[in-house]
């Protein structure tokens, strides 16, 4: 029973992560599949042992806490979420196919004693969002946030084309408030990445993420530039004379006033028309030019919804009918190793290519040795590829009844392929990697290519192959020799030329004068993206102070975690890299030093303060505020971990005890000084 409740406490904590990360960064860790199915799985096992029921689950809430940056708005709906069923795509019967359709079904006539008709729409993957009018004018965009408070983000939402800002319709309501969904196109989304990546910019992982960032910019200019499109799906609240009997009048209502609901809504009698309706967009997936993850059904009559009502996260009128991944036979070639930045050993299957959701795939990805052994993979083996959202391609499973006796188990190898170093596994981790460091010609190439990369260092013309091309020939050994080549030494390897060798030098130059953020992200300093190195270079100023950052001044940093600290911590306390550091200064990099963000006091950052006695310039509140902008702590008890008392006139009994445990003392002009 212990194992059972362990079992829910780990898919309570991984879902929260994940979710975290989805709802609040933006970002998928896993893939939608994978979510939904370690979902389900929790359902399941709280459903059959409700004893380990826990409120903190995410069964039990809807999103995320909305982010702190923006106004919060209360959502007098709560918007909630949907539950989810699936169809199993292996059996060929439709009753067994779709029975949790059916069930569904079946549950909604139980209880309503009589034969519901639905409304089907696809399920748009975008990012959910509220919008509220009065007396026909656009006056509020709410996000989800948990469900019950959201961000309000009305200024970004006013810049979305197709959504009315005004409505003209007599009776005109006087409060109206439309739910739908803000995607980006296909071809929008195409669109936005080439430029992304010509202006220098972050290109994005797919368009829900790309929408979901675009309507959280602090900056409403920079939303206005992203392709939004705006789907109506439901009226949520009206106040107004005319009435409604069904959902699908409520939805041409919407497009009477201007909404776009979308040409493939779908009023459906009975679970036969569902299942039409669900298999007529599955296989029209491809060609629609937004992104859909399922459909959505919901019950007709409004007053039948009524009826039905809402269970904790979700109504008991609709439900979502999720898509299968997308997946495509194919037949792995070879399984070959490549060794990352990191040292990581990734064993990568060549695949004889396939199309799968519109995108060719000849590479999947087997993570690592685990997996190729718990999948029982072969080489030759015929196997189903999948390709989910943003997500590197991966093999699902080895179609067993195919193997021919020549199929070839796959062994990692002993040692580097690369350098012949030996191999390390760390005992919480599935990962192995090379030990040989920078020696590895793997490793060191990967450095180099990716310090002289766009968004680092930005050195145009030294990609992956020239790099490859200069440490063979031995010109390039760490990324200081980059600045010490000469056009001499160019002009003679094969496929330069004095032309390109003068380039080459001439943007080798040119990125001498970078930006901080750039030159803390060229160092390639595990666990170090770009957007941590920028919260870095804001809070730091200089590299120095960076590099003398302890591990609980970098923690103070949101983002940035214990992991995270003890990588930068490691990184710089390596000779090599202060050496490596040193020389590309004394090189000649430079970047501007902007003071003025540096929100850093290394002497106040991550320490704790207790005030005592009388302070003549501050009162206490002030003394207080003045430390936590700093990134400092106050408490009020004096204790061994307490890094500085900070002693008035008449101190007592907290003097006494820093002394006895001969903690810091400071006067108020000291810590005047320690603040300045
Ligand atoms: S109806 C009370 N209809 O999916 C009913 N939701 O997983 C609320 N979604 O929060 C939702 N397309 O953001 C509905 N046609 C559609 C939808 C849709 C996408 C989203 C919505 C919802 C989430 C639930």
Same mark, same amino acid.
């Given at each position: 029973?212990?194992?059972?409740?362990?079992?829910? &406490?780990?898919?309570?904590?991984?879902?929260?992560?994940?979710?975290?990360?989805?709802?609040?960064? &933006?970002?998928?860790?896993?893939?939608?599949?994978?979510?939904?199915?370690?979902?389900?799985?929790?359902?399941?096992?709280? +459903?059959?042992?409700?004893?380990?029921?826990?409120?903190?689950?995410?069964?039990?809430?809807?999103?995320?806490?909305?982010?702190?940056?923006?106004?919060?708005?209360?959502?007098?709906?709560?918007?909630?979420?949907?539950?989810?069923?699936?169809?199993?795509?292996?059996?060929? $019967?439709? $009753?067994?196919?779709?029975?949790?359709?059916?069930?569904?079904?079946?549950?909604?006539?139980?209880?309503?004693?009589?034969?519901?008709?639905?409304?089907? $729409?696809?399920?748009?993957?975008?990012?959910?969002?509220?919008?509220?009018?009065?007396?026909?004018?656009?006056?509020?965009?709410?996000?989800?946030?948990?469900?019950?408070?959201?961000?309000?983000?009305?200024?970004?939402?006013? +810049?979305?084309?197709?959504?009315? !800002?005004?409505?003209?319709?007599?009776?005109?309501?006087?409060?109206?408030?439309?739910?739908?969904?803000?995607?980006? !196109?296909?071809?929008?989304?195409?669109?936005?990445?080439?430029?992304?990546?010509?202006?220098?910019?972050?290109?994005?992982?797919?368009?829900?993420?790309?929408?979901?960032?675009?309507?959280?910019?602090?900056?409403?200019?920079?939303?206005? $530039?992203?392709?939004?499109?705006?789907?109506?799906?439901?009226?949520?609240?009206?106040?107004?004379?005319?009435?409604?009997?069904?959902?699908?009048?409520?939805?041409?209502?919407?497009?009477?006033?201007?909404?776009?609901?979308?040409?493939?809504?779908?009023?459906?009698?009975?679970?036969?028309?569902?299942?039409?309706?669900?298999? &007529?967009?599955?296989?029209? =997936?491809?060609?629609?030019?937004?992104?859909?993850?399922?459909?959505?059904?919901?019950?007709?009559?409004?007053? @039948?919804?009524?009826?039905?009502?809402?269970?904790?996260?979700?109504?008991?009128?609709?439900?979502?009918?999720?898509?299968?991944?997308?997946? =495509?036979?194919?037949?792995? *070639?070879? *399984?070959?190793?490549?060794?990352?930045?990191?040292?990581?050993?990734?064993?990568?299957?060549?695949?004889?290519?396939?199309?799968?959701?519109?995108?060719?795939?000849?590479?999947?990805?087997?993570?690592?040795?685990?997996?190729?052994?718990?999948?029982?993979?072969?080489?030759? &083996?015929?196997?189903?590829?999948?390709?989910?959202?943003?997500?590197?391609?991966?093999?699902?499973?080895?179609?067993?009844?195919?193997?021919? +006796?020549?199929?070839?188990?796959?062994?990692?190898?002993?040692?580097?392929?690369?350098?012949?170093?030996?191999?390390?596994?760390?005992?919480?981790?599935?990962?192995?990697?090379?030990?040989?460091?920078?020696?590895?010609?793997?490793?060191?190439?990967?450095?180099?290519?990716?310090?002289? /990369?766009?968004?680092?260092?930005?050195?145009?013309?030294?990609?992956?192959?020239?790099?490859?091309?200069?440490?063979?020939?031995?010109?390039?050994?760490?990324?200081?020799?980059?600045?010490?080549?000469?056009?001499?030494?160019?002009?003679?390897?094969? =496929?330069?030329?004095?032309?390109?060798?003068?380039?080459?030098?001439?943007?080798?130059?040119?990125?001498?004068?970078?930006?901080?953020?750039?030159?803390?992200?060229?160092?390639?300093?595990?666990?170090?993206?770009? @957007?941590?190195?920028? /919260?870095?270079?804001?809070?730091?100023?200089?590299?120095?102070?960076?590099?003398?950052?302890?591990?609980?001044?970098?923690?103070?940093?949101?983002?940035?975690?214990?992991?995270?600290?003890?990588?930068?911590?490691?990184?710089?306390?390596?000779?090599?890299?202060?050496? *490596? *550091?040193?020389?590309?200064?004394?090189?000649?990099?430079?970047?501007?030093?902007? +003071?003025?963000? /540096?929100?850093?006091?290394?002497?106040?950052?991550?320490?704790?303060?207790?005030?005592?006695?009388?302070?003549?310039?501050?009162?206490?509140?002030?003394?207080?505020?003045?430390?936590?902008?700093?990134?400092?702590?106050?408490?009020?008890?004096?204790?061994? !971990?307490?890094?500085?008392?900070?002693?008035?006139?008449?101190?007592?009994?907290?003097?006494?005890?820093?002394?006895?445990?001969?903690?810091?003392?400071?006067?108020?002009?000291?810590? !005047?000084?320690?603040?300045?």
């Amino acid at each position: 029973m212990l194992e059972i409740k362990k079992e829910i &406490d780990k898919l309570i904590a991984d879902l929260t992560k994940y979710n975290y990360s989805y709802h609040s960064k &933006d970002e998928s860790l896993i893939s939608d599949e994978e979510y939904d199915h370690l979902f389900k799985k929790l359902i399941d096992l709280e +459903t059959r042992f409700p004893q380990y029921k826990n409120p903190q689950s995410p069964t039990q809430k809807v999103g995320f806490q909305p982010l702190k940056e923006f106004t919060q708005a209360t959502h007098f709906i709560p918007m909630l979420s949907l539950n989810n069923i699936f169809s199993d795509m292996e059996e060929t $019967t439709q $009753t067994v196919r779709h029975q949790e359709l059916i069930q569904f079904d079946k549950r909604v006539n139980d209880t309503l004693e009589a034969t519901a008709s639905y409304v089907a $729409t696809p399920k748009y993957d975008g990012v959910a969002i509220s919008l509220i009018y009065i007396k026909g004018i656009l006056h509020q965009g709410i996000t989800r946030g948990d469900g019950f408070i959201g961000e309000d983000v009305t200024l970004n939402i006013k +810049t979305i084309s197709n959504i009315p !800002k005004v409505i003209h319709i007599t009776p005109l309501p006087e409060l109206l408030e439309v739910r739908g969904e803000i995607l980006i !196109k296909t071809e929008d989304f195409a669109n936005l990445n080439i430029n992304q990546d010509r202006l220098g910019l972050k290109i994005f992982a797919n368009p829900r993420n790309a929408a979901a960032g675009s309507i959280r910019q602090l900056d409403s200019n920079i939303t206005a $530039t992203r392709p939004l499109y705006f789907f109506a799906y439901a009226i949520t609240q009206i106040v107004t004379d005319t009435k409604f009997t069904t959902f699908y009048e409520q939805l041409l209502y919407l497009k009477k006033i201007g909404f776009d609901i979308g040409d493939l809504p779908k009023e459906c009698k009975d679970s036969q028309e569902l299942i039409s309706f669900y298999e &007529d967009i599955l296989a029209k =997936r491809n060609n629609i030019p937004f992104g859909i993850d399922g459909v959505v059904y919901k019950v007709n009559n409004i007053a @039948a919804q009524e009826k039905l009502g809402f269970v904790l996260r979700a109504p008991r009128f609709a439900i979502a009918h999720k898509f299968p991944a997308q997946m =495509r036979e194919s037949q792995i *070639i070879d *399984i070959q190793i490549q060794v990352g930045r990191t040292g990581a050993l990734t064993p990568v299957a060549r695949i004889k290519p396939v199309t799968v959701g519109g995108v060719v795939v000849s590479n999947a990805t087997l993570h690592n040795q685990d997996e190729i052994l718990r999948k029982d993979i072969h080489i030759g &083996d015929f196997v189903f590829v999948r390709r989910a959202g943003d997500v590197i391609p991966e093999i699902v499973n080895v179609i067993i009844e195919k193997r021919s +006796t020549n199929a070839i188990k796959f062994v990692m190898p002993e040692n580097c392929p690369v350098c012949g170093s030996h191999l390390v596994k760390a005992e919480d981790e599935a990962i192995i990697r090379c030990s040989g460091g920078l020696y590895c010609s793997a490793q060191k190439k990967q450095a180099i290519t990716h310090f002289a /990369s766009k968004l680092a260092i930005n050195i145009d013309g030294l990609g992956e192959q020239i790099v490859e091309q200069l440490v063979e020939n031995k010109l390039i050994n760490t990324i200081v020799d980059i600045y010490k080549l000469t056009i001499e030494q160019l002009i003679d390897l094969e =496929r330069f030329g004095k032309k390109k060798a003068n380039n080459l030098i001439n943007a080798i130059n040119n990125s001498k004068s970078t930006t901080l953020n750039k030159l803390i992200y060229a160092l390639g300093i595990r666990n170090v993206g770009e @957007a941590t190195a920028k /919260s870095l270079a804001k809070t730091f100023g200089t590299l120095e102070n960076l590099m003398h950052a302890g591990l609980v001044e970098l923690q103070q940093i949101n983002d940035i975690g214990e992991v995270v600290a003890i990588s930068i911590n490691d990184f710089f306390s390596e000779e090599h890299n202060q050496d *490596i *550091i040193n020389q590309l200064l004394n090189l000649g990099i430079t970047y501007p030093i902007n +003071t003025s963000t /540096s929100i850093f006091n290394p002497l106040v950052t991550g320490k704790t303060f207790v005030l005592t006695g009388t302070l003549t310039n501050y009162s206490r509140e002030e003394a207080k505020t003045l430390i936590e902008n700093l990134g400092g702590k106050v408490t009020s008890s004096v204790s061994k !971990k307490t890094d500085y008392v900070v002693a008035g006139a008449d101190s007592g009994s907290k003097l006494d005890k820093a002394n006895a445990l001969n903690v810091k003392v400071i006067s108020e002009d000291e810590f !005047k000084q320690l603040i300045a």
